[in-house]
């Protein structure tokens, strides 16, 4: 029991998951009642659950999918995508214009989360290929698609912010009628399931983390570097997809301007605050997703604080901090010293 | 007598989790003496170097330094400079990109202002005095390895130093850099400096070193007068055995690789990018053939090109009599062949992963992306290799970087094996690794092709390819020179053909 305590307490999991402990114990303290689950009917007629608890996973949906993207592309290139909002503005345009003016069924949703599939890919490939091809730093790369690509889908979009409205389209978006949990949360459960038999059947993850560490190895040795780093990219631009559907369908229309903005960087911090290295190589998925519900998790307590929306990002800083400083590299240090400490001590009285 | 010691630590130890590194050891210096300081990889020569330069605290021991007259305690590598203690590594700390002279003086003093005139006057005098060919306003990275050395080392002794660690300065300059360095660390030793010498070259240890300490799993063997001790004994008190092994090897070889039969590879005009001229080669079924020359001969590049490791631009190439396109690693490793790197470190391990991944690295590839080994035939794999090569490691989970040298060397090593090749090319596998284990690798070359598998043996220790090899290619500029067999193979003929074309040349 004292080598599992051992091996967990120097995972790169434990800072995450104690953060993600103080954030529900403070809640609790704050407010008994904060992650009751409730069972309530809502405008649709639906039994649903809903809570805060609720909201905070349902609310994580989309960034917890880009991050486990984020994750691949910086492992493989040792970088960030920073357009993944832009070109989610620009996927969930395609999904509206192909929805706009026919009449929705399932097939042409699904028929529409395709184009806009092949769309955030081809974007994805374009970044992919700038970095892996032509050597480009990633930041630099997607700095490109950062800036043009809300324009981009403000020319798709005409100009206006076209509505689209379909129960289908709530059922994605909100609840299946029938089923008290809401869609996005079970997308993201799907698909992270599919990444981790993805990881399972395939050698994606060891060859991303090749790659990453040392790529003249990995070239050695056999690897496509530049295919596995595209490959990275075309993941990114699968969730990129995914999650600008679930938003566009979340709200009934796309707005170029403030569809999933800024959620590049939230992506980045999930990423870290999951104990990767934002300098690539050896990466653990389940640490971005519990980033991603660390970060969501944050700004519903806050707003459950009524701190006003206008400043809840500075709130946001001042604890992200604190977590970025817990997980460095010389706090762990002295943490790992202070463990062994403490474990050497009950021993020695065993002895004695 | 007794004022002479510079330096002596009594009763070092130092414990890692699990490991207990260094066990009661003992280490005089005195003023102006080189000394070297050997044992296998694993032996301790680095965590003791570590614990005398701050880097690692010590358990228990005492460190006593001359001019002070209490226990010293270095708390860092800061402390040890104060404390007149420098230590020149291996790979070169300094800033390529920065001249001589702000090399020399970058991080010492708590100047603000920096007077540029006065700095290059004062180094140019270092450099004078000690008799390096270098000039204070040149940047360093135009400097070659050997000088880059050797400005590290006048920037350690302008700093006032009493002891001089060298942590394996030669391992990658060639023999006349190698002189350059001794005439340097001569004139420091008739200076009163005390100088500690690290190094896997046994040649170099009775060039210049007067005494021995040696160190063997993290025990203190003995310390001995360089004059009063034979190679072969100092090798057998490194390895804590009788060495017969190394006479027993010469007689192996007689296996002599069958002509007549299609070669197993043959290149004709082969080049590739890295501006190898177009060459021919092929080598036989249980062929161990080498490629000699300087260093920059262009003997790695060759290897490289047959691999596929460069871009191809010229060449045919046939593996078992039929025509093949080798264009990158893939296709070389599809045909059976395998390359183990010149640098381990920058082109062979993959170091946050754990040795189990590094092992079956190269087989995973050539499996391909949608079938990954489960976790229990990864594990199979690594154990095998683990137990056959007798790597040491605490487990297959261990990251690879956490291995010594010469481990992570048989773990990259193992990684080729695993593939099963029939042709495998071996880029210097004996570079910076302790005797023992190039003993080892020795053996399992001359195991491997007994076994018909072709090999190319690279190595700067030119005894060790006479040992291994039947044909040697030697190469000059870029290009191959001539070709050695049989009663031809004398370390004198491989000088005279590498001398030879230079005299042409001229």
Same mark, same amino acid.
């Given at each position: 029991?004292?080598k599992g305590?051992?091996k967990f307490?120097?995972?790169?999991?434990?800072v995450? +998951?104690?953060?993600?402990?103080? +954030?529900?114990?403070?809640n609790?303290i704050?407010?008994?009642?904060?992650?009751s689950i409730n069972?309530?009917?809502?405008?649709d007629?639906? @039994?649903?659950?809903?809570?805060n608890i609720?909201?905070i996973i349902?609310g994580?949906s989309?960034?917890?999918i880009?991050?486990?993207?984020?994750?691949?592309?910086t492992s493989?290139?040792?970088?960030?995508?920073?357009?993944?909002?832009a070109?989610?503005?620009?996927?969930g345009?395609? &999904?509206?214009?192909?929805?706009?003016g026919?009449?929705i069924?399932?097939?042409?949703?699904?028929?529409a989360?395709?184009?806009?599939c092949i769309?955030?890919?081809?974007?994805?490939?374009?970044?992919?290929t700038?970095?892996?091809?032509?050597? =480009?730093q990633?930041?630099?790369?997607?700095?490109?698609l950062f800036?043009a690509?809300?324009?981009i889908a403000?020319?798709?979009?005409g100009?206006?912010?076209?509505t689209? /409205? /379909?129960?289908?389209l709530v059922a994605?978006?909100?609840f299946?009628?029938g &089923?008290?949990i809401? @869609?996005?949360i079970?997308?993201?459960?799907m698909?992270?399931?599919?990444?981790?038999?993805?990881?399972k059947f395939t050698?994606?993850?060891?060859?991303?983390?090749?790659?990453?560490?040392n790529?003249k190895?990995?070239?050695l040795?056999?690897?496509? !570097?530049?295919?596995?780093?595209l +490959?990275?990219f075309?993941?990114?631009?699968?969730?990129?997809?995914?999650s600008?559907?679930i938003?566009?369908c979340r709200?009934g229309?796309i707005n170029?301007?403030?569809?999933?903005?800024?959620?590049?960087?939230?992506?980045?911090?999930?990423v870290?605050?999951?104990?990767n290295s934002?300098?690539?190589?050896?990466?653990?998925? !389940?640490g971005?997703?519990?980033?991603?519900f660390?970060?969501?998790?944050l @700004?519903? !307590?806050?707003?459950?604080?009524k701190?006003? /929306?206008?400043a809840v990002?500075?709130?946001k800083? =001042?604890?992200?901090i604190a =977590?970025v400083?817990?997980?460095s590299?010389?706090?762990?240090?002295y943490?790992?010293?202070?463990?062994d400490?403490?474990l050497k001590k009950? @021993?020695?009285?065993?002895e004695? | 007598?007794?004022?002479d010691i510079?330096?002596?630590m009594?009763n070092i130890c130092?414990?890692?989790p699990g490991?207990?590194a260094l066990?009661?050891? #003992?280490f005089?210096l005195?003023?102006g003496?080189?000394?070297?300081?050997m044992?296998e990889?694993?032996a301790?020569k680095?965590?003791?170097?570590?614990v005398?330069?701050?880097?690692?605290?010590?358990?228990?021991?005492?460190?006593?330094?001359?001019?002070?007259?209490?226990d010293?305690?270095?708390?860092?590598?800061?402390?040890?400079?104060?404390?007149g203690?420098?230590?020149v590594?291996?790979?070169?700390?300094?800033?390529?990109?920065?001249?001589v002279?702000?090399?020399?003086?970058?991080?010492r003093?708590?100047y603000?202002?920096?007077?540029?005139?006065?700095?290059e006057?004062? %180094?140019?005098e270092i450099l004078?005095?000690?008799d390096?060919p270098a000039?204070?306003?040149?940047?360093l990275s135009?400097?070659? $390895?050997?000088?880059?050395?050797?400005?590290a080392?006048?920037?350690?002794?302008?700093?006032?130093?009493?002891?001089?660690i060298?942590d394996?300065?030669?391992?990658s $300059?060639?023999e006349h #850099?190698?002189?350059?360095l001794?005439?340097l660390?001569?004139?420091l030793?008739s200076?009163?400096?005390?100088?500690?010498?690290i190094t896997?070259?046994?040649?170099q240890v009775y060039e210049?070193c007067d005494?021995?300490?040696?160190l063997r799993n993290?025990?203190?063997v003995?310390?001995y #007068?360089?004059?009063?001790?034979?190679?072969?004994?100092?090798?057998?008190?490194?390895?804590?055995k009788?060495?017969?092994?190394i006479?027993?090897l010469q007689n192996?070889?007689?296996?002599?690789?069958?002509s007549?039969n299609?070669?197993?590879?043959e290149a004709?005009?082969?080049s590739?990018?890295?501006?190898?001229?177009?060459?021919?080669f *092929?080598?036989?079924?249980?062929e161990v053939?080498?490629?000699t020359?300087?260093?920059?001969?262009g003997?790695?590049?060759s290897?490289?090109?047959?691999?596929?490791?460069?871009k191809?631009?010229?060449?045919r190439?046939?593996v078992?009599?039929?025509?093949?396109?080798i264009?990158n690693?893939?296709d070389?490793?599809?045909?059976?062949i395998?390359?183990?790197?010149e640098?381990?470190?920058r082109?062979?391990i993959?170091?946050?992963l754990?040795?189990r991944?590094n092992?079956?690295?190269?087989?995973q590839?050539?499996?391909?992306f949608?079938k990954?080994f489960?976790?229990?035939e990864?594990?199979?794999?690594?154990? *095998?290799?683990?137990k056959l090569?007798g790597i040491?490691?605490?487990?297959s989970?261990?990251p690879i970087?956490?291995?010594?040298?010469?481990n992570?060397?048989k773990?990259?090593?193992?990684?080729?094996?695993l593939t099963n090749?029939?042709? $495998?090319i071996?880029d210097?596998p004996?570079?910076g690794?302790?005797?023992g284990?190039k003993?080892d690798?020795?053996?399992?070359?001359?195991?491997?092709?007994?076994d018909?598998?072709?090999v %190319?043996?690279?190595s700067?220790?030119i005894?060790?390819m006479l040992?291994?090899?039947s044909r040697?290619?030697?190469?000059?500029?870029?290009?191959?020179?001539?070709?050695l067999?049989?009663?031809?193979?004398?370390?004198?003929?491989?000088?005279h053909?590498?001398?030879?074309?230079?005299?042409q040349?001229?």
């Amino acid at each position: 029991m004292d080598k599992g305590l051992k091996k967990f307490s120097g995972s790169q999991l434990v800072v995450p +998951l104690f953060a993600l402990f103080l +954030l529900i114990v403070f809640n609790l303290i704050r407010d008994v009642g904060f992650f009751s689950i409730n069972i309530i009917t809502n405008n649709d007629g639906n @039994t649903v659950l809903s809570g805060n608890i609720i909201s905070i996973i349902n609310g994580a949906s989309e960034l917890a999918i880009l991050a486990i993207g984020m994750t691949l592309v910086t492992s493989a290139t040792k970088g960030q995508d920073i357009s993944v909002g832009a070109a989610a503005a620009i996927a969930g345009s395609v &999904f509206v214009s192909v929805l706009r003016g026919t009449q929705i069924t399932l097939p042409i949703i699904l028929g529409a989360f395709l184009a806009c599939c092949i769309v955030a890919i081809i974007f994805g490939s374009f970044n992919g290929t700038l970095v892996a091809a032509f050597k =480009i730093q990633p930041m630099i790369a997607t700095l490109i698609l950062f800036s043009a690509g809300r324009s981009i889908a403000y020319w798709i979009n005409g100009g206006a912010t076209p509505t689209v /409205s /379909s129960p289908l389209l709530v059922a994605i978006g909100g609840f299946i009628p029938g &089923f008290p949990i809401p @869609t996005p949360i079970i997308i993201m459960i799907m698909f992270v399931v599919l990444i981790w038999l993805v990881l399972k059947f395939t050698n994606l993850g060891l060859f991303t983390q090749v790659v990453g560490i040392n790529e003249k190895s990995a070239r050695l040795n056999g690897i496509n !570097t530049a295919w596995t780093k595209l +490959l990275s990219f075309i993941i990114l631009g699968v969730c990129v997809a995914i999650s600008g559907v679930i938003n566009v369908c979340r709200i009934g229309l796309i707005n170029h301007e403030t569809i999933l903005i800024d959620i590049e960087m939230d992506a980045i911090l999930a990423v870290a605050i999951g104990g990767n290295s934002l300098g690539g190589g050896k990466f653990n998925l !389940t640490g971005s997703v519990i980033g991603a519900f660390i970060i969501q998790a944050l @700004t519903v !307590t806050l707003y459950a604080m009524k701190v006003p /929306s206008t400043a809840v990002k500075a709130y946001k800083a =001042i604890v992200i901090i604190a =977590i970025v400083i817990i997980s460095s590299p010389i706090v762990k240090e002295y943490a790992l010293q202070l463990r062994d400490k403490l474990l050497k001590k009950p @021993t020695k009285i065993m002895e004695n | 007598m007794q004022n002479d010691i510079v330096l002596s630590m009594r009763n070092i130890c130092k414990t890692f989790p699990g490991v207990r590194a260094l066990q009661n050891v #003992e280490f005089t210096l005195r003023k102006g003496e080189v000394h070297a300081l050997m044992g296998e990889n694993g032996a301790g020569k680095s965590t003791l170097v570590k614990v005398l330069t701050g880097v690692f605290p010590k358990d228990s021991g005492q460190i006593h330094i001359a001019g002070i007259n209490k226990d010293v305690t270095v708390k860092s590598p800061q402390d040890a400079q104060n404390l007149g203690i420098s230590t020149v590594y291996q790979e070169i700390t300094l800033c390529p990109n920065l001249t001589v002279a702000e090399n020399m003086f970058i991080g010492r003093g708590n100047y603000k202002f920096v007077n540029w005139r006065s700095m290059e006057k004062r %180094t140019t005098e270092i450099l004078t005095k000690l008799d390096i060919p270098a000039r204070a306003a040149q940047q360093l990275s135009a400097c070659s $390895l050997a000088v880059q050395q050797m400005v590290a080392i006048a920037r350690a002794v302008d700093m006032d130093c009493k002891v001089l660690i060298l942590d394996e300065p030669t391992s990658s $300059l060639d023999e006349h #850099e190698v002189e350059k360095l001794f005439s340097l660390m001569r004139e420091l030793k008739s200076r009163g400096v005390g100088i500690i010498f690290i190094t896997h070259f046994l040649e170099q240890v009775y060039e210049i070193c007067d005494r021995i300490t040696v160190l063997r799993n993290g025990e203190f063997v003995g310390e001995y #007068e360089t004059k009063d001790l034979p190679r072969v004994q100092l090798i057998s008190k490194m390895m804590g055995k009788e060495l017969d092994d190394i006479s027993a090897l010469q007689n192996r070889k007689a296996v002599k690789a069958k002509s007549d039969n299609t070669p197993v590879y043959e290149a004709i005009g082969l080049s590739s990018a890295e501006n190898t001229k177009a060459f021919d080669f *092929k080598i036989n079924k249980g062929e161990v053939n080498g490629f000699t020359g300087l260093l920059g001969s262009g003997r790695s590049e060759s290897v490289r090109a047959i691999f596929g490791a460069d871009k191809i631009t010229s060449g045919r190439v046939m593996v078992n009599g039929k025509n093949v396109k080798i264009k990158n690693p893939k296709d070389a490793m599809m045909h059976g062949i395998g390359y183990l790197p010149e640098d381990r470190k920058r082109d062979g391990i993959v170091e946050d992963l754990s040795v189990r991944e590094n092992i079956i690295l190269a087989l995973q590839v050539m499996k391909g992306f949608f079938k990954p080994f489960s976790k229990a035939e990864a594990e199979a794999f690594a154990d *095998k290799y683990i137990k056959l090569l007798g790597i040491k490691t605490a487990s297959s989970d261990t990251p690879i970087k956490q291995l010594s040298g010469g481990n992570q060397q048989k773990a990259i090593l193992a990684r080729w094996l695993l593939t099963n090749p029939k042709y $495998l090319i071996l880029d210097e596998p004996t570079r910076g690794i302790d005797i023992g284990t190039k003993v080892d690798i020795q053996k399992l070359v001359l195991k491997l092709a007994e076994d018909g598998v072709s090999v %190319t043996f690279i190595s700067s220790e030119i005894e060790e390819m006479l040992r291994t090899c039947s044909r040697l290619i030697v190469m000059r500029d870029r290009k191959i020179v001539g070709e050695l067999k049989g009663e031809d193979m004398t370390q004198a003929k491989i000088m005279h053909t590498i001398a030879g074309e230079a005299a042409q040349n001229g």
